[in-house]
Nanobody, 115 residues
Framework: VQLQASGGGLVQAGGSLRLSCAAS????????MDWYRQAPGRQREFVAR???????NYGDSVKGRFTISRDNAKNTMYLQMTNLKPEDTAVYYC??????????WGQGTLVTVSS
């Protein structure tokens, strides 16, 4: 499956952004979808996950501020980010997991939050 992330940009602290991850090349519904992020000089960090039936979980640092969703008809996953903080600045990556040996990463989209 091919993943294309978009929607990143520059936003002031307290603002909002919505990221999208468009999938192609395989049955989207067969994948658990995740968002990860990586800030400069730091390890990649789990942000949020949504399963086949819409069940979600979140990293502690984004709980209550970010919402993950998916539209299986459009083969697209979203991350609605609100109350953004400077520490949310990172490259955000989408990830699709369909089982061992069946996982894919998108190319990343940069989110910059100014204070």
């Amino acid at each position: 499956v091919q993943l294309q992330a978009s929607g990143g940009g520059l936003v002031q602290a307290g603002g909002s952004l919505r990221l999208s991850c468009a999938a192609s090349g395989s049955d989207f519904t067969g994948y658990v979808m995740d968002w990860y992020r990586q800030a400069p000089g730091r390890q990649r960090e789990f942000v949020a996950r949504i399963n086949y039936v819409g069940g979600t979980n979140y990293g502690d640092s984004v709980k209550g501020r970010f919402t993950i969703s998916r539209d299986n008809a459009k083969n697209t996953m979203y991350l609605q980010m609100t109350n953004l903080k400077p520490e949310d600045t990172a490259v955000y990556y989408c990830h699709a997991f369909g089982g061992v040996g069946n996982a894919y990463w998108g190319q990343g989209t940069l989110v910059t939050v100014s204070s």
